[in-house]
């Protein structure tokens, strides 16, 4: 029944070394979210796609990429790892439709960089 | 943009007491008002919402008041139970948008 999947939902990493977290999905929304949640912090929004469209957040730090191959499946890359990076990284997902914006949340990835 | 003040940060209350954390916002253009619950590790879960045409909203012990002139709403918690613990965050969106604007987040904890 899992609608929104995160694996891994741990990873270690090396400073610098690039790391990719996966997202799916199997509600078929348009939409689908990145966010960086730090420890007693609220999820801050990265990025998102509407469908293919792309959608940067002003200050999300150029080493931070992602992709979105299919409606299922979201990815994101970060390219160069540092200490700062570490943190709870959630995936949600919405219809986009207007007045049916609710977003759903996955259980997270907890990125720890070395 | 929008701004969201979420309070209090902190909230420890009796085992079948009441709880209330109150969300103001700024952009009198917002219509959507969700509650999400976080447990330790886990991802933020919705666990009520509210648009801008009601007033409140109930689903058992759960409870969203919407003031839309005073641009605050409110999350109520009756009969609070253990499992009740966790951080609460209130956030806010307008029907165009996709993004929410979230609060900062309130730990509660429910004493047994």
């Known amino acids: 029944d899992a609608m929104v999947i995160q694996n891994p939902r741990y990873q270690v990493t090396q400073f610098g070394k690039p790391v990719t977290l996966s997202c799916s999905q199997t509600l078929n929304h348009n939409v689908m979210y990145w966010y960086q949640q730090k420890s007693s912090q609220a999820p801050k929004l990265l990025f998102h796609y509407y469908d293919k469209d792309f959608n940067n957040e002003a200050d999300t730090p150029d080493n931070f990429q992602s992709r979105r191959p299919n409606t299922s499946f979201c990815f994101l890359d970060i390219r160069s790892p540092g200490l700062g990076d570490a943190a709870m990284y959630l995936c949600?997902?919405?219809?986009?439709?207007?007045?049916?914006?609710?977003?759903?949340f996955g259980p997270g990835t907890r990125l720890t960089v070395l | 943009g929008e701004n969201v003040e979420q309070h209090p940060s902190t909230l420890s209350v009796q085992e079948g007491d009441s709880a209330v954390i109150k969300c103001t916002y700024s952009?009198?253009?917002?219509?959507?008002f969700p509650w999400y619950k976080q447990e330790l590790g886990k991802g933020p879960q919705l666990i009520i919402d509210?648009?801008?045409?009601?007033g409140e909203k109930k689903d058992q012990r759960i409870a969203v008041t919407l003031n839309k002139t005073a641009k605050h709403f409110s999350l109520h918690i009756t009969e609070t139970q253990p499992e009740d613990s966790a951080v609460y965050f209130c956030?806010?969106?307008?029907?165009?948008?996709?993004?929410?604007?979230f609060g900062s987040g309130t730990q509660l904890t429910v004493l047994p």
């Open positions: 956030a806010v969106t307008t029907g165009s948008a996709r993004q929410l604007t």
């Open positions: 952009d009198s253009a917002s219509n959507y």
């Open positions: 509210i648009r801008s045409n009601v």
């Open positions: 949600a997902t919405s219809r986009g439709v207007q007045r049916d914006n609710e977003q759903f």
